[in-house]
Every structure is written in structure tokens, then in C-alpha cells.
């Protein structure tokens, strides 16, 4: 009870502070959520209503191509074919078809090397030929280019915006990050990147032109240090890295830009780096690094924060911020990213805390048992 009235009180707090910047948004950027835990595999009967409610414009979910939740449930004799035995899309065709009954538009990140297509390296390691992703990702855009038919006769639905990979310059997705040429260490990340963003683009191009493709995807973060335990590649030397290695075609540029630390608010520049360089890690406090050297790189291409939040505490006790910093914060961001002309959206991480404590995320709206952090009413007002 004593939360609940501290939640109430926080949000008045925050709709106070935040309510007279809400109307100045850009019309054009757009709000979503991802959470694979609540939009792929829970009630969708619950959860769609909920983001209906929310006014959510965009869902983002993992497209796994193989590993247990993996579409491709062993390898196809016909990879380019949407109807191949060896596939099962039901989880994405309820997900696109709740997508669609509640206005909400899909947005899908493929990811997951099947074992087959890589000599059993792992799911977060390249494929060996990218010509195995461009047959699973062509398989996919025409099941959900709208024209494609199920047996009962119903159409599948539409998909028009695709991402290529999750964080490929973090070893937890993308393996390995470097190798061992002679004497010196190559990125070998960017450019086995690189080919699977090509891969990608191709598939998705090759069905219908005026589907979307983000790449880059990166995480915020990374060491730059080949040869140590967790060797990670900071996202502007990966951006240039896979430039260098012929990323093409696509879009938009996507890229995560959390926090570092629960004292950092949206504004908060990361800490330099080594001997007082620049800081290698691109959050919001930074932003700019990252569209001034896309710029450079591409041009005029768009950006999609497809990852953003702040966790709260409670529940976690380490990284998060109250629940009314987190409404604030995620008012702060979208005024920034609203403000910018290059950025089409941002996308909350996580409807709903997930339970585990710790090893979990709790950057959601609502806390684990369901109940609403000032957060929740935030979000339902952005866009607006």
C-alpha cells in the first residue's frame, strides 16, 4: 500500500514536471516497446490491449532464425520458401496478426545462427555463408509481405521495417569480436557484420523495395581490447569498421544508447577516455557523436533507437533510479530524440519488469507483479 501511494504521489511529480514539453514533440518520431518475454510469449489477449492502451506505434521482437526458439527448426531443403516443412512461424504469425488488430506496427530483428549454417559455432557466431541468411530472410519478408497466403486462406500480415542482428559489437551477440591476423589483432566483428547486413538488405530489398532495413544495432559500449576475456568494440569504431568492410543499402543506422551508471541522467556526457581522449561509449548524453559521424560516413541516413530505459529501484537496488526519475528521464530522451531531424524512433526496453532480480531487466512500466510505475502514464502521453 505504502508504494502504491508513493507511486501515485511520483507521478503527479512527473506529469508536473514534464507535462508542458509533451506537446512539442516531433510529429514524425515514433514510440515502441520491446519486450520478446511479454509481446512473443505471453497473453496476447492481456498484452496487446495494453499497448493499445498505451498508445505504442511500433513493437520491436527478435525474428530467431535458428537456436530453440528458432523458426528454422532444422535445416530447410528450401530455404527461400516461406512454406518449407522445416519452418514454424507460428509464434510471428500471432504476433503480427494481434500486431495489426491493435494499430501497432512490427518490427522484427532477425538473429540466431542456426547450427547447421555455422558448424554448430553458436548461435550469437556468423553464419559461414551469408547466402544461408539472405534464403532465411527472403523466406521471411514474403511471408510478411502481404500478399502471402495461409492455408485457411487468411492473409500473414505485413512486416515493412527489418534489423539486421542485435548489438554485433558485444560478444554476448556477436562472436568473435577480434582475431588473431600475425601479429596483429582484426576486427573480425564489422566484417562479418558487414555481410550479414548486406545479406539483409538484399533479401529484404529483393521482395519489396520500400521495406525498411536498420543496421548497426550497437550497443553504447566496448573496450576495444582484442585478446582480454570479454573483448567488446566501442560503436564508433565499429561504425567505421563496418563502413571499411562494404555495410551498404540500408536505412537506417540503429544503435542503443543507455546509461552507464544510475548517477547518469539523459544529458550526462559518459566519462572520457584513456589520458583524457573522448569518451568511446555513445549514450544520450553524447548523441551527437554518433549523427555527426554517421553524417561523415553515409550521409543523410536515419536513425532508430530500438533499445532505451532506465531501470528502477525498486526492484533493483544496484542500477536502477526511482520510479520517478525513470518517468523523467524517459520524458528527457524522447525530447531530445524528438528534437533531432535524423531519428524516426524510440523504443522502450521492456513493458514489464522481469522477475529476475538481478540477472533480469527492470526498465519496465509496470513492476513484475503488474503494478504501474509513473513511467506507464509517461509513455501513454508521448507522441501526443
Not at 493499445?52 to 530447410?76: C, F
Not at 500471432?94 to 500486431?99: D, E, F, K, P
Not at 562472436?175 to 545479406?199: E, F, H, I, T
Amino acid at each position: 500500500m505504502r508504494r502504491a501511494v508513493a507511486i501515485v504521489a511520483a507521478a503527479a511529480l512527473v506529469a508536473a514536471l514534464v507535462g508542458a514539453s509533451t506537446a512539442e514533440a516531433s510529429k514524425f518520431i515514433q514510440k515502441g516497446i520491446n519486450d520478446d518475454a511479454q509481446i512473443l510469449y505471453g497473453n496476447p489477449d492481456k498484452v496487446f490491449p495494453s499497448l493499445a492502451l498505451l498508445g505504442t506505434q511500433v513493437i520491436r521482437v527478435n525474428l530467431w532464425w535458428g537456436g530453440p526458439n528458432g523458426v528454422a527448426r532444422r535445416k530447410p531443403q528450401n530455404a527461400a520458401n516461406p512454406a518449407d516443412p522445416a519452418y514454424d512461424w507460428a509464434t510471428y504469425d500471432r504476433t503480427v496478426r494481434y500486431a495489426y488488430a491493435y494499430k501497432t506496427a512490427p518490427i522484427f530483428t532477425v538473429i540466431g545462427t542456426p547450427s547447421w549454417a555455422n558448424a554448430s559455432a553458436g548461435w550469437n557466431a556468423a553464419p559461414t555463408n551469408p547466402a544461408d541468411l539472405q534464403a532465411f530472410m527472403t523466406a521471411a519478408a514474403r511471408r510478411y509481405s502481404g500478399k502471402y497466403k495461409l492455408p485457411d486462406g487468411t492473409g500473414a500480415g505485413v512486416v515493412r521495417k527489418w534489423i539486421a542482428w542485435n548489438e554485433p559489437n558485444n560478444p554476448v551477440f556477436l562472436k568473435p569480436q577480434y582475431v588473431r591476423s600475425g601479429s596483429k589483432w582484426v576486427m573480425q566483428s564489422a566484417k562479418d557484420y558487414a555481410r550479414m547486413c548486406n545479406a539483409v538488405v538484399k533479401a529484404v530489398k529483393a521482395v519489396a523495395a520500400a521495406n525498411k532495413v536498420a543496421c548497426g544495432v550497437t550497443s553504447p559500449r566496448g573496450n576495444n581490447q582484442p585478446g582480454t576475456i570479454r573483448s567488446s568494440v566501442s560503436p564508433l569504431a565499429f561504425l567505421r569498421a563496418m563502413k571499411l568492410a562494404g555495410a551498404k543499402g540500408f536505412d537506417a543506422y540503429a544503435h542503443h544508447p543507455y546509461y552507464g551508471y544510475p548517477t547518469e541522467t539523459p544529458t550526462t556526457e559518459p566519462p572520457p577516455g584513456k589520458r583524457g581522449a573522448p569518451p568511446t561509449a555513445v549514450t544520450l548524453g553524447n548523441f551527437e557523436m554518433l549523427t555527426k559521424e554517421l553524417a561523415r560516413l553515409y550521409g543523410n541516413m536515419r536513425i532508430w533507437v530500438t533499445e532505451y530505459g532506465y531501470q528502477t529501484n525498486p526492484p533493483d537496488r544496484f542500477f536502477g533510479v526511482p520510479p520517478a526519475k525513470q518517468a523523467l528521464y524517459m520524458q528527457q530522451a524522447w525530447n531530445k530524440l524528438a528534437a533531432s531531424p535524423s531519428v524516426d524512433m524510440m523504443i522502450w526496453f521492456l513493458l514489464k519488469d522481469e522477475s529476475r532480480v538481478g540477472a533480469g531487466w527492470q526498465s519496465g512500466l509496470f513492476f513484475a507483479d503488474g503494478t504501474r510505475k509513473p513511467s506507464r502514464e509517461v509513455f501513454e502521453r508521448l507522441a501526443r
